[in-house]
Nanobody, 125 residues
Framework: QVTLVESGGGLVRTGGSLRLACTAP????????MGWFRQAPGSDREFVAA????????YYADSVKGRFTISRDSTKNTVSLQMNSLKPEDAAFYYC??????????????????WGQGTQVTVSS
């Protein structure tokens, strides 16, 4: 069992930045591929970004490419999502997820075994 804890959400103006963090207080994330997903009210949960277990490979949804950056720090057992140039359409609950694989991380929620509780991002226009 892996408990994931997200932090860093909040209210930001259009064009602003936020940095989300995800950690596992009682389990190393070293052997997990990690992903970030988001879900707005009335919408399905959608893929945002993923990073493989080693941190070498990253993947992004087209809607955030060039604006968001996913990274991981094994010394802090943390995966981060740096979000720049935020738009109102980026507003959602953001969830981190863990996938126990050393293969390419997936972009579908069903592929991930463990989820955090979510952190809310609000973008004002």
């Amino acid at each position: 069992q892996v408990t994931l804890v997200e932090s860093g959400g909040g209210l930001v103006r259009t064009g602003g930045s936020l940095r989300l963090a995800c950690t596992a207080p009682s389990r190393s994330l070293a052997s997990f591929a990690m992903g970030w997903f988001r879900q707005a009210p009335g919408s399905d949960r959608e893929f945002v970004a993923a990073i493989n277990w080693s941190g070498i490979s990253t993947y992004y949804a087209d809607s955030v490419k060039g604006r968001f950056t996913i990274s991981r720090d094994s010394t802090k057992n943390t995966v981060s999502l740096q979000m720049n140039s935020l738009k109102p359409e980026d507003a959602a609950f953001y969830y981190c997820a863990a996938m126990p694989t050393r293969l390419r991380p997936g972009n579908r929620p069903v592929e991930y075994d463990y989820w955090g509780q979510g952190t809310q991002v609000t973008v004002s226009s």
